[in-house]
C-alpha cells in the first residue's frame, strides 16, 4: 500500500505550508514596524528640519542642497532606518534567557523502605552471592554514606525477587508520574503549555519510549519537541538542562520540561564479580522532574536563572572510556562495573571541566594565579603544583553529584569546601542514596528545604558519567526561597537534619526479621 499523508500531520505538507506561512507572517510582523517608522522619517524629515533648525538663507540653502555636505534626508532616513533593524535584530539574537520554574523530587512510599540490614538480608536470602560477596557488599554498606531509609523497588525486596520488564516499567512509571505531576502542579502550568520534552534513563530505553509514555498520558500537543536520553551514565541531567537550554533559543515562549530517573529494577546485580557488586550497596529510586521556560513574564516568579553549561567528555581516551561500563560477567549475569581508576578519571575530567567553566565565573585574582601556574609549567618548563582556584569566591552553593562517599570526599578536599558546602550532597547520599543523574536535585531541594538559598545567590551543580562525562550547571537565585515548602521532599523531615553519618557504621543484620520469621546473617570467613 502507498504511503498517505494526513491533512495538518507534523510531517505533512499542508502542515509545512503553514509553517512557511507563520514564518513569513512572523518575519513580515518584526520588520513592518521599522519600515514604517523609515517610511515616516522619510515623510517628515524636511518638516522636522524646518521646525528644529532656525530659518536663515543659510538654512533654505541648506535643505535645498542638502545636510552635512550633500547627504539627502532620503540618505539619512534609510540610515536611521538601518540602524534601528541591526538594532532590533542584534536584540533578537540575544540568547534567550533560561527559567527554571521549580522542581520536584520523588519520595517512595514507606513500604519502599530498606534499612541497610534489610538490604544486606534480601540480596543473602535471594541472590545468588557467595559468603566472600556478601561479606564484600556488607563491608561497603557499613562504609557506603548511606542511611536506613533508602528505598528499593518492590521486585527486588520481595521473596523471590522479581526482575523482569513488567516490574521494571512499574517503578519507572510511578516515579514519572509523580514527579511530573506535582511540579506541573507546583509551576501552574498545564501539560498542553510544554514544548519541549526530554527524558533521561541510562539503563532502561523502553519501546514505545518514555517520552512518549509522558506525551501520551498527559495529552501534550502533537508538535512537542521531545528526546529520549539513553546510556549517558549519571552525568546525563546536567545533558538533558543543556539539550532544553539549547532547543529554548529556537523555540520562542514555551516551555521545557526535563524529566531525569534511572531504573534499579533490571540493573541489580545477582553475581559474584567484585567490580559489579559496588553498585547494589549504591543505587537506590529516585527520579526528579524540572520545570523550564523560556518567557520573559516567568521571571518573576521563577527560582533560578540558568548562566552556564559546560559539557566535558574524555571518551576518546581509552582509560575514561572503559572505567563504567555495563556488561556480562563470566556466567552471563549482566552489571554495571566500576573500575578502579574512577577516581584518577574523574579527577581528570573535573580537571579539565574547571578549566572551562573557571573563565567564566571566577574573579580576576583567581584566574590570574592560575594563569600563572599554567605559564611557568608550560613556557619557563618550571615544576610548579598548578593553582586550583578558590571556586567558593564564586559560588554560594555546592551541589556535587552523590556518586559515594569516595567521590565526596575526594573533592571536598580537592575544591577546598567546608563541611556546610558538602552537606546537601552528603544528606542525599544518606537519605536517598545515589539516585543518579536525578541527585542533584535532591540536594538543590535540600539547600531550598534549609532556607540557604537566598536572591543572588550562585549554584554549581557538578556531575560525573559514564564514558567518561564531567558536567557542570551554574545558576543564579532570582528571589529568596523559603525553606519549608510543601512537596518539597526534605520538608518532613527538616527538624532531624542533618544528621551525623559516621565513616563507618556497622550493620546488625539481626535487626530485620523476614516476614516468615527468619533471620539472615552473613557468614564470617573462617567459620
Not at 547627504?71 to 533593524?85: E, K, L, M, N, T
Request: glycine letters at 8%; charged letters at 20%.
Amino acid at each position: 500500500m502507498g504511503s498517505r499523508e494526513v491533512l495538518g500531520a507534523p510531517g505533512s505538507s499542508a502542515n509545512r505550508s503553514n509553517n512557511n506561512k507563520t514564518a513569513v507572517l512572523r518575519s513580515v510582523l518584526i520588520h513592518l514596524p521599522l519600515l514604517l517608522a523609515g517610511l515616516a522619517l522619510f515623510a517628515a524629515a524636511p518638516r522636522l528640519s524646518a521646525a528644529l533648525l532656525p530659518w536663515s538663507p543659510a538654512t533654505s540653502r541648506l535643505l535645498s542642497n542638502g545636510l552635512l555636505g550633500g547627504v539627502s534626508f532620503p540618505a539619512v532616513a534609510v540610515a536611521i532606518w538601518a540602524f534601528a533593524a541591526a538594532a532590533w535584530a542584534y536584540g533578537l539574537s540575544r540568547p534567550r534567557p533560561v527559567y527554571l520554574v521549580d522542581l520536584s523530587g520523588y519520595v517512595a512510599g514507606a513500604s519502599h523502605e530498606a534499612s541497610r540490614a534489610k538490604t544486606i538480608a534480601h540480596f543473602g536470602r535471594c541472590g545468588n552471592f557467595s559468603d566472600a560477596s556478601m561479606a564484600f557488599q556488607k563491608r561497603m554498606l557499613e562504609r557506603s554514606g548511606l542511611g536506613e531509609r533508602t528505598h528499593f523497588p518492590a521486585s527486588l525486596i520481595s521473596v523471590p525477587v522479581d526482575m523482569c520488564l513488567r516490574t521494571a516499567r512499574e517503578e519507572s512509571h510511578a516515579v514519572i508520574f509523580g514527579v511530573v505531576e506535582d511540579v506541573l502542579r507546583r509551576g501552574g502550568v498545564a501539560a498542553a503549555d510544554v514544548g519541549v520534552l526530554i527524558f533521561n534513563s541510562s539503563l532502561l530505553s523502553t519501546t514505545p519510549s518514555f517520552t512518549s509514555l509522558i506525551v501520551n498520558r498527559y495529552g501534550m500537543r502533537h508538535d512537542v519537541v521531545s528526546h529520549n536520553l539513553s546510556g549517558m551514565g549519571c552525568s546525563a541531567g546536567i545533558i538533558a538542562i543543556d539539550l532544553a537550554k539549547r532547543l529554548l533559543q529556537v523555540h520562542p515562549d514555551t516551555y521545557a520540561l526535563v524529566v531525569s530517573t534511572e531504573n534499579i529494577t533490571l540493573n541489580a546485580y545477582m553475581g559474584n564479580n567484585r567490580p559489579m557488586l559496588v553498585t547494589n550497596t549504591l543505587f537506590r529510586v529516585g527520579g526528579a522532574a524540572i520545570l523550564l521556560s523560556n518567557r520573559r513574564a516567568d521571571r518573576r516568579r521563577a527560582k533560578y536563572q540558568l548562566i552556564h553549561t559546560v559539557r566535558t567528555h574524555r571518551g576518546a581516551h581509552d582509560q575514561s572510556f572503559g572505567c563504567v561500563t555495563q556488561e556480562e560477567d563470566d556466567v552471563g549475569r549482566v552489571g554495571v562495573s566500576l573500575s578502579k581508576e574512577l577516581m584518577v578519571v574523574a579527577g581528570e575530567a573535573l580537571r579539565t571541566n574547571i578549566t572551562t567553566l573557571g573563565p567564566l565565573v571566577l574573579p580576576m585574582s583567581e584566574q590570574l594565579r592560575f594563569l600563572a601556574t599554567v605559564v611557568l609549567n608550560r613556557v619557563f618548563r618550571a615544576k610548579v603544583r598548578a593553582y586550583l582556584p578558590d571556586f567558593r569566591l564564586a559560588f554560594e552553593h555546592f551541589c556535587i553529584h552523590a556518586g559515594g562517599r569516595g567521590v565526596l570526599d575526594e573533592l571536598e578536599r580537592s575544591l577546598k569546601l567546608s563541611a556546610w558546602h558538602m552537606e546537601p550532597s552528603r544528606m542525599t547520599l544518606c537519605r536517598f542514596g545515589n539516585t543518579s543523574s536525578s541527585s542533584l536535585w535532591y540536594e538543590l531541594a535540600y539547600s531550598e528545604a534549609k532556607g540557604r538559598i537566598r536572591k543572588g545567590d550562585r549554584v554549581w551543580q557538578i556531575a560525573f558519567g559514564s564514558g567518561f562525562k564531567c558536567n557542570s550547571a551554574v545558576w543564579k537565585a532570582l528571589r529568596t526561597v523559603e525553606g519549608g515548602e510543601e512537596g518539597n521532599p526534605w520538608t518532613p523531615e527538616l527538624d532531624v537534619l542533618p544528621i551525623d553519618v559516621p565513616r563507618v557504621s556497622p550493620v546488625d543484620e539481626t535487626s530485620y526479621t523476614f516476614p516468615d520469621g527468619v533471620v539472615y546473617k552473613v557468614a564470617v570467613a573462617g567459620q
